[in-house]
């Protein structure tokens, strides 16, 4: 049997990360996200066909997001028992995202459910529950960076720094076949240089096949330092007015990206010490795991924790990890800034504190990430006038900043720079992980580039090495 590569996701979408790779003797997968989006797309979390979970000999797992890792428990649940490889970080953030997406099914089950019972309906059962995600973390292996394991019979593993978020790499794979030796390499989600906190992406110097990203590959991002100037500045604003800030957060990255810049204004002087309250449960235990692996962190970060631990600065920081805690919050006065879930103001406590505070003139709104097209928060950055929140009309009369810098996605030139030094190789190169109006401009840099011709595979194409 040859080598086959088969794409049952992220192939011509951003969600759904999941890669098969097959020889005679071994199976392996590579990434099961979900799908995330529309209706449609949320359909196609199920088990592939192309997958015999029964043939499978390892899982690897490039980082934690639900887009890459969402779909693992219907492995077990299929009967899948052996071994799922990520980096030791990747493993607590894991579970803690599973587990939220667990809860979040059930939540929403309850909802759906008590409606079909109204209409004489059986009832819906979730995909999988927290307990199964218990289970499943039975079967999670700690991958070193940098050091290659054999994963299976035939295939070797090596993990390296991809600078996207806490323990997120990317995979390069040894493969015989025969009596020779294939190099595949898969990029996972590729971080932008100098970016606060993580080291930054690595890369790789040869390989035959090359599976890459390509979520932002038709444009370049804003300089990570101009974000964070304008940030500051909208900071140092509102604390000299003593305005409440609210910032919508996701809770894994932008979190702890928001409350490194804010030490560094307290350590600095840049502004008085205010009240910063970290209003997201699923934020908090993130937090925790991110300062439980500072040997991650770039060098920057570490100076500053040298000179004196960075929580010290954050003495002011108050985290509510209970609906009590948060109603609370609506008592304090400015300055003051709350961070709250969800990102995209899509549902959790942000909803209660927009609703407090959007019809308030003065107050800041801080839009730190990507908003999907019909969301509360693209709504805000779009400068709709009013928004409904719980079914209420919402003035708003706040003053909203977008700041597009913060993306942990690498852009257009970084993405062909991390690619240049394995491009001598002459590789052939999959791009993956982008919609066709980022995948396309790609492909033409690359062509333009280096003179090779990059394949768009379609979602469950199957291309033999």
């Known amino acids: ?65 639900l887009d890459h890792t969402g779909r693992l428990p219907l492995l077990a649940k299929d009967g899948y028992r052996g071994p799922i490889y990520a980096t030791e970080a990747s493993i607590p953030l894991a579970s803690l995202i599973l587990r939220d997406s667990a809860h979040v099914q059930a939540m929403d089950l309850e909802r759906i459910n008590r409606k079909r019972e109204r209409a004489g309906e059986p ?31 035939g295939i070797t593993a ?18 015989q076949d025969g009596g020779s030796t294939r190099t595949v390499v898969f990029s996972g989600d590729i ?19 090359v599976v890459m990203e ?40 932008r979190t702890q990206l928001l409350l490194y810049l804010l030490a560094q204004m307290f350590r600095r002087g840049r502004v008085p010490k205010f009240p910063v309250f970290l209003d997201t449960p699923l934020g908090i235990e993130a937090t925790k795991i991110y300062w439980a692996h500072m040997e991650l962190f770039d060098a920057e970060f570490r100076a500053l924790e040298h000179e004196h631990p960075v929580l010290d600065d954050l003495s002011t920081l108050t985290v509510t990890p209970t609906a009590q805690d948060s109603v609370r919050i609506n008592d304090q006065r400015g300055p003051c800034l709350i961070m709250a879930g969800s990102g995209m103001c899509t549902g959790g406590r942000i909803l209660h504190h927009l609703k407090q505070n959007l019809w308030r003139p003065g107050t800041a709104v801080l839009i730190v990430g990507y908003q999907a097209e019909g969301s509360l928060g693209r709504q805000l950055v779009d400068g709709h006038h009013t928004v409904t929140i719980f079914g209420e009309r919402i ?14 996605h690498a852009g257009q030139t970084e993405l062909l720079e991390w690619l240049g030094p394995m ?9 993956a992980h982008g919609e066709a109006r980022a995948r396309e401009p790609l492909a033409a840099k690359i062509r333009e580039r280096y003179g090779l011709e990059p394949e768009l595979p379609d979602d469950r194409a199957t291309v033999t090495l």
């Open 1 to 65: 049997m040859a080598v086959e590569l088969t794409f049952l996701g992220a192939a011509g979408t951003v969600t759904g990360s999941a890669y098969l790779l097959q020889t005679e003797h071994a199976s392996v997968l590579i990434d099961f996200g979900i799908f995330q989006g529309s209706h449609e797309e949320q359909e196609r979390n199920v088990l592939p066909a192309a997958l015999d979970t029964a043939r499978l000999d390892a899982v690897l797992v490039t980082h934690a997001h």
């Open 123 to 153: 009832p819906l059962a979730p995909d999988f529950t927290a307990e199964d995600v218990v289970e499943l973390m039975r079967q999670f292996r700690a991958a070193p960076y940098q050091r290659a394991i054999e994963v299976a019979p």
């Open 158 to 175: 090596r993990w390296v720094e991809a600078g996207h978020m806490l323990g997120s790499a990317s995979i390069q794979l040894r493969v």
């Open 191 to 209: 971080g932008p240089k100098g970016a606060p906190i993580l080291e930054d992406a690595v890369g790789f110097d040869a390989a035959d096949v």
């Open 214 to 253: 390509s979520t932002y590959g038709d444009r370049d991002h804003k300089p990570p330092a101009e974000t964070v100037a304008e940030f500051e500045a909208i900071v140092g604003d509102a604390v000299a007015r003593k305005a409440k800030m609210v910032v919508p957060v996701f809770a894994v990255g």
């Open 395 to 408: 003035a708003v009369r706040a003053d909203v900043h977008t700041l597009n810098g913060f993306s942990a």
């Open 423 to 431: 491009a001598h190789c002459r590789p052939r190169v999959f791009l």
